[in-house]
């Protein structure tokens, strides 16, 4: 982290305009962060923050120019924290043999090269400040996880293999960027209520899934760079 107070450290969010990214985004405002959350429906998300300090900003995963464009705005200070969030999820029912593989293309170019653009975008400003990276994986895409891993069923392909790869994207990026001491961490929120009928499923609120995967810096035990946690425990990759 920058030698910069808590007051002022610097955060970004993509994918804040709702979910995760969204009660991300407020938690880190409401503990002094200054927040840009990154967003493709400005309107929304301005109505959303309105009463918050979080600068809204927007762009697209599958434009680099527009991500550039809002890491510029950062300047010499660079950015304390990246939440590279933004994702989208296939049908439960996807399989390997049915899936309509133009939305299985659209998926990975969001989740996995989406989630590179982001990298790529903000990396100067994470060393610029010695920050943190946060990519946002899933037990979905997990060997290790009983309910929801990619050992567990067939459905939700594309989201699957687009978060396995994300997992390894953030461990090469550990590797590379813990060099230029930017701590970088691959976390899972665990099941969240994000869409309709998910909270029937049993899945936690929001903001407990972004207390999940800003648990590195925001809470009270040590989380190690480089790792996969729920919670700040450690996940089987």
């Known amino acids: 982290m920058s030698e910069h107070t808590a007051r002022t450290r610097r955060a970004v969010v993509t994918g804040a305009g709702r979910g995760i990214g969204r009660a991300a985004a407020q938690l880190l405002s409401e503990r002094g962060w200054h927040v840009i959350a990154v967003v493709r429906d400005a309107a929304g998300a301005r109505e959303a923050f309105d009463r918050s300090a979080v600068e809204v900003r927007v762009a697209d995963l599958r434009d680099e120019t527009s991500l550039a464009t809002v890491a510029a705005e950062l300047g010499e200070d660079g950015a304390d924290l990246v939440v590279a969030n933004a994702a989208q999820f296939s049908p439960w029912d996807e399989t390997v043999l049915t899936a309509d593989l133009d939305g299985a293309r659209d998926i990975l170019d969001v989740n996995v090269l989406g989630t590179w653009r982001?990298?790529?975008?903000?990396?100067?400003?994470?060393?610029?400040?010695?920050?943190?990276?946060?990519?946002?994986?899933?037990?979905?895409?997990?060997?290790?996880?009983?309910?929801?891993?990619?050992?567990?069923?067939?459905?939700?392909?594309?989201?699957?293999?687009?978060?396995?790869?994300?997992?390894?994207?953030?461990?090469?990026?550990?590797?590379?960027?813990?060099?230029?001491?930017?701590?970088?961490?691959?976390?899972?929120?665990?099941?969240?209520?994000?869409a309709p009928g998910m909270a029937g499923m049993g899945a936690r609120d929001p903001r407990d899934g972004a207390l999940s995967i800003l648990r590195p810096v925001l809470g009270d035990g040590f989380v190690p760079a480089g790792s996969f946690t729920r919670d700040g425990r450690a996940l089987a990759w």
Do not use: C
């Open 118 to 194: 982001t990298i790529q975008a903000f990396s100067k400003a994470l060393m610029r400040a010695q920050g943190s990276l946060i990519i946002v994986g899933s037990g979905g895409g997990s060997h290790g996880d009983p309910d929801f891993g990619v050992t567990t069923n067939a459905g939700a392909v594309g989201y699957a293999a687009s978060k396995a790869a994300v997992h390894v994207l953030g461990r090469k990026a550990a590797l590379e960027l813990g060099e230029r001491d930017v701590a970088v961490y691959v976390v899972d929120p665990g099941l969240t209520a994000t």
